[in-house]
């Protein structure tokens, strides 16, 4: 990966995100724990969900290295996400903490030298290049945005358009 490419990538991704907390505004906040089905996430979770992981894998190429310990922090089922997605009681505090991931990710990634870009780093689910990690960041994004819309239509509303920049 060189650096012009990854660097389109990450002003690509900072506008798919734009659309993704519009979505997060149109909840009310007594809908964030709505679960459609038993054992599904409630949309307060996977929000959470959304931004810790794009953090987390951003500190992990920032380290080097991802821990299955580090990996679980996003995880609202597990105990070290729980305490921390509890005290998201509103749609703002979700914005404001889906936001500060964001930034704190992408300061990391828009930071990497390309030397940087293609070292390994090692996690519980194999070793990728640095670049990869920010490339699941975004599939991970994306694939629970969709979720998101799929809740925000079960609740009756319009979601936001997907390429609406």
Not at 26 to 33: I, N, Q, R
Not at 62 to 80: F, H, I, K, L, V
Request: contains cysteine.
């Amino acid at each position: 990966m060189d650096q012009q490419t990854f660097s389109t990538l990450c002003k690509y991704f900072n506008m798919v995100h734009g659309v993704t907390i519009r979505a997060i505004d149109a909840f009310t906040d007594g809908e964030l724990d709505f679960r459609p089905k038993p054992n599904m996430r409630t949309p307060r979770e996977l929000i959470f969900h959304v931004y810790s992981q794009e953090k987390i894998l951003a500190e992990a190429v920032q380290q080097g290295r991802c821990s299955a310990e580090a990996a679980g922090r996003s995880n609202p089922e597990e105990e070290a996400g729980k305490a921390e997605v509890q005290a998201l009681v509103t749609v703002n505090d979700l914005r404001t903490y889906a936001q500060s991931c964001h930034q704190t990710a992408q300061s990391i990634f828009s930071s990497m030298p390309e030397s940087q870009l293609n070292q390994p780093v090692e996690s519980p689910f194999g070793t990728f290049p640095a670049w990869r990690y920010f490339a699941f960041t975004y599939d991970e994004h994306w694939h629970h945005r969709g979720q998101i819309y799929t809740y925000l239509r079960l609740l009756g509303k319009q979601p936001p358009m997907l390429y609406d920049y």
